[in-house]
């Protein structure tokens, strides 16, 4: 079992910063796909971020250049980043983490942090 905690979210004028974190519980944080998905009001959840075990990164194009995902794995703890932000970015923020162990497929999600972003 794999518990994620969500946290870093807040108010923040456009252009301003946050980073968020997702700090993982269990042994398999070091071996999942971590990610952070967002969900605004009246809309589907979206992907925003991923960042393989090996550390390869891919973005939502509308989100490149202006977030990083990063991990620590002596912290059991992923990151995202989150520069130049605009108020189309406020939602709410998942982490998420996927993988195998060994043979089960695993899924899990944490609660969500909240970005509020002013113009």
């Known amino acids: 079992q794999v518990q994620l905690v969500d946290s870093g979210g807040g108010l923040v004028q456009a252009g301003g910063s946050l980073r968020l974190s997702c700090a993982a519980s269990g042994s398999v944080f070091s071996s999942s796909a971590m990610g952070w998905y967002r969900q605004a009001p009246g809309k589907q959840r979206e992907l925003v971020a991923t960042i393989a075990p090996g550390g390869s990164t891919n973005y939502a194009d509308s989100v490149k250049g202006r977030f990083t995902i990063s991990r620590d794995s002596a912290k059991n703890t992923a990151y995202l980043q989150m520069s130049n932000l605009k108020p189309e970015d406020k939602a709410d923020y998942y982490c998420?983490?996927?993988?195998?162990?060994?043979?089960?497929?695993?899924?899990?999600w944490g609660q969500g942090t909240k970005v509020t972003v002013t113009s």
């Open positions: 998420n983490a996927v993988g195998w162990a060994p043979t089960m497929h695993y899924n899990y």
